[in-house]
């Protein structure tokens, strides 16, 4: 069964940086393309990042510049870096498969206020 579990999340002020991680299991993890999503209070899950196989990257506007998606294969883990967070930022950011998503983990807490 595929598990993804996200972790790094916290409080942050504007300006601040956080660095997501998103560890899987229980797929072949180096095949697929992979994306961090993100949900607002009151909004709709977006899609903000992702990555394919090869390593090519992909960006929502709003986070251009800003935040960096990467995926170690070894370790069956992506990552978000995220730099001059803002308050729009603010979310419950989730990781999950670009095609034939899974289950949703927990996700990760990002709240960025002073």
């Known amino acids: 069964q595929v598990q993804l579990v996200e972790s790094g999340g916290g409080l942050v002020q504007p300006g601040g940086s956080l660095r997501l991680s998103c560890a899987a299991s229980?797929?072949?993890?180096?095949?697929?393309?992979m994306g961090w999503y993100r949900q607002a209070p009151g909004k709709q899950r977006e899609l903000v990042a992702s990555?394919?196989?090869?390593?090519?990257?992909n960006y929502v506007d709003s986070v251009k510049g800003r935040f960096t998606i990467s995926r170690d294969n070894a370790k069956n883990t992506v990552f978000l870096q995220m730099n001059s967070l803002k308050p729009e930022d603010t979310a419950v950011y989730y990781c999950?498969?670009?095609?034939?998503?899974?289950?949703w983990g927990q996700g990760a807490q990002v709240t960025v206020s002073s």
């Open positions: 990555i394919n196989s090869y390593g090519s990257t």
């Open positions: 229980g797929m072949t993890f180096s095949a697929y393309a």
């Open positions: 999950n498969r670009i095609v034939s998503r899974v289950s």
